[in-house]
């Protein structure tokens, strides 16, 4: 595999900067802080996704290159597999999964398994290779490759571990002390009495003695359970009963209701009926009195008209007398002024009677009138209450309809009603009995006994109850007990099969590590003792892994020595090599190898040993350097090496 185009858009502190890559060596040089780790950083993150998880650190590697400024954080990778496809990725890292090209620019995405948490595993599929084995063997930077002096153990430890089983942090015997010691803390032996294993059997044995105990009690609560349930029952029926005839007598006490108003309106009608007869028997009365008024007033007018009769004619006999006086008079009387004088009698008389006369007429009139009066005030009470009979036969009549049409609403209304409410718990009720009670009389005799059937169920309840709370601690405490045993017995199943797995651990590391040590381990120290010798110009020649004295390298002159007895610098170079060793295997791909500063301790020989190495070794691998210094240029331009420099 080789890189040959990195376009970053937005990573960390570098923005809008392309490097082109060499299919060989390549020199990437800066100085601190111009970004060298954050270009390697950025490959990695191309290939494998930027992950947001702190993963024990400070920052996540999102938190850590997210720009500051602007929105953009992208990039771009181009490379090719040694079958020659090339591929460019494109990746938005706010985005979980990036978009892959084939080398007609067409979209391949879909092409690769995506995992839920790790997303797109494209690289993973074409190289065989995850994140954590790329960044453990083929990128190397100073901090993997330089240890101090008190510390140089750890790096042969981690060799050791390296050659015996494949990982640098493995050790075969750490590992198999650590299942021993995690066998004997976490499940124990037969003679560890308060180790996991044995505390939980014995005190799943005292929990079965205790809940022996207990046992009795499951049936009382039963027995409470049973009695309780018939008895709700019985309550659900007798409340649906009771609810039945509350409805019922609601509908009845309507009707009641509705029939006092009817009764009332039947009141009112009876009342005016009364009213009527006495209006009636006033008329009578009326009538009589007036009757008597008027024959009195007429025989007064009649004995008035008689009299002014009687009257005339005696006038008219006196005028007449008067006349014929006056003639008698006139005939024998010679006094002139006499018969004159005498003459006036005539007039005064006929004034006399006629004054006398029109006040007996004006006496007869006033009396006629009083009458008309008195017949009119007569007339008018006589019609007043004539008047008022016909208002209240009215009314009558209006509440004698009323009075009909409620009574047929009522008994429609109420008869429709009731069917209803039978209809509806038919199903409900029963006791049949209870349906047939109509009559608001029995219904609350029946609501009344219902209701003391229910107060005495319910005082039932209560002391079951009661009983029930005596025995449900008991019952819980079983069940508790019932529940520590289930999980008791599932830790102690566990605790077996953990103990299984731990035996079979231990079983298959031993088998790993003796294939390992009889298959793998001699290639490792093969190809590591051809690398030391190498890097260090003969020096050391043979490297070996023994299970007493643990990494061991024969000198120049035949001898053995153990490798904590190597300077520094030798056991660096010795995990370098160790680590370059091992790329041949790791994939199916000739995978770059990628160093960070990795020479920053080296001295200017022991720099050049390792570049010739590099540079003569592997001939068909891309290399890549991140470098601070000109050393490297200045060894590769003294041996006439090759190699493509960036200046960044």
């Known amino acids: 595999m080789k890189i040959h185009k990195l376009k970053i858009n937005a990573y960390g502190k570098i923005k809008d900067k392309e ?66 496809e090339a591929f460019e990725v494109f990746r938005d890292f706010k985005k979980k999964n990036p978009q892959i090209f084939n080398e007609k620019k067409e979209d391949i995405s879909k092409q690769f398994n995506i995992d839920k948490s790790k997303g797109n595993e494209f690289f993973y599929e074409q190289t065989k290779m995850d994140e954590k084995l790329f960044l453990s063997t083929i990128v190397v930077n100073q901090e993997q490759v330089k240890l101090e002096k008190s510390e140089q153990n750890i790096l042969i430890q981690k060799i050791a571990n390296l050659v015996g089983t494949g990982d640098d942090n493995v050790s075969y015997k750490r590992a198999i002390d650590r299942i021993n010691r995690r066998q004997l803390e976490e499940i124990g032996t037969e003679r560890s009495r308060e180790k996991p294993l044995n ?34 029952e019985k309550l659900s029926n007798l ?50 009195k007036n009757k008597k008024i008027l024959e009195k007033n007429n025989e007064k007018i009649n004995t008035l008209i008689k009299n002014k009769n009687k009257l005339k004619n005696k006038l008219i006999i006196v005028f007449i007398i008067l006349i014929l006086i006056n003639i008698l008079i006139f005939v024998f009387v010679k006094n002139t002024i006499f018969k004159y004088i005498f003459l ?8 006399f009677s006629i004054l006398f006369l029109k006040n007996k007429k004006n006496k007869i009139k006033i009396l006629e009138k009083e009458n008309k009066k008195e017949e009119e005030k007569i007339n008018n009470e006589k019609n007043n209450y004539l008047n008022e009979n016909k208002i209240i036969e009215k009314n009558n009549n209006e509440l004698e309809n009323e009075i009909n049409e409620l009574k047929n609403n009522l008994n429609t209304k109420i008869n429709l009603e009731i069917e ?95 294939k390992m040590k009889n298959t793998v381990t001699p290639k490792f120290t093969e190809n590591l003792s051809k690398n030391i010798d190498e890097i260090t110009n003969g ?62 301790y080296y001295d200017t020989k022991r720099l050049e040993n390792i570049l010739k190495y590099l540079a003569n070794t592997y001939p068909d691998r891309q290399i890549i350097l991140f470098t601070c210094t000109e050393r490297e240029k200045n060894i590769f331009n003294e041996c006439n090496i090759p190699y493509h420099f960036i200046e960044l």
């Open 239 to 288: 409340e649906t009963e009771l609810e039945y005839l509350n409805k019922v007598k609601k509908i009845l006490e309507e009707e009641k209701i509705e029939n006092e108003k009817i009764k009332i309106k039947e009141n009112i009608k009876n009342e005016n009926n009364q009213k009527i007869n006495v209006n009636k028997k006033e008329i009578s009365d009326i009538e009589n």
């Open 199 to 232: 505390r939980l059997l014995r005190e799943n044995q005292n929990l079965e003695e205790e809940k022996l105990k207990l046992e009795k009690y499951k049936n009382t609560k039963y027995e409470i359970e049973e009695n309780k349930k018939n008895i709700l």
């Open 420 to 514: 209803k409410i039978k209809n509806n718990y038919l199903n409900k009720i029963k006791n049949n009995e209870i349906i047939k009670i109509n009559q608001l009389y029995y219904i609350n005799e029946e609501i009344e006994k219902i209701q003391k059937e229910l107060n005495r169920i319910n005082i039932k309840l209560h002391e079951l109850d009661f009983e029930k709370e005596n025995v449900e601690p008991k019952i819980d405490n079983l069940m508790k007990i019932e529940e520590e045993i289930v999980d008791n017995n599932e830790k102690i199943v566990n605790l077996k099969k953990l103990e299984k797995s731990m035996n079979l651990a231990k079983n298959l590391l031993e088998k790993a590590y003796e």
């Open 19 to 84: 490097i082109e890559l060499d299919d060989h060596i390549n020199v990437i040089h800066g100085q601190n802080e111009t970004g060298k780790s954050t270009i390697l950083n950025f490959i990695v993150n191309m290939l494998y996704g930027i992950s947001k998880n702190k993963n024990g650190k400070e920052y996540s590697d999102f938190e850590k290159y997210k720009p500051w400024e602007g929105e953009d954080f992208s990039g771009k990778i181009e490379y090719a597999l040694d079958n020659k």
């Open 344 to 351: 006036l009698t005539l007039p005064m008389d006929l004034i």
């Open 539 to 600: 020096k050391y020649t043979n490297v070996m892994v023994q299970d007493d004295n643990g990494l061991v390298v024969e000198l120049e002159n035949g001898n053995y020595v153990e490798a904590n007895r190597l300077s520094v610098g030798t056991i660096d170079q010795l995990y370098l090599s160790l680590r370059l060793s091992m790329t041949e295997d790791l994939s199916k791909e000739k995978m770059p190898i990628m160093l960070d500063e990795a020479f920053a």
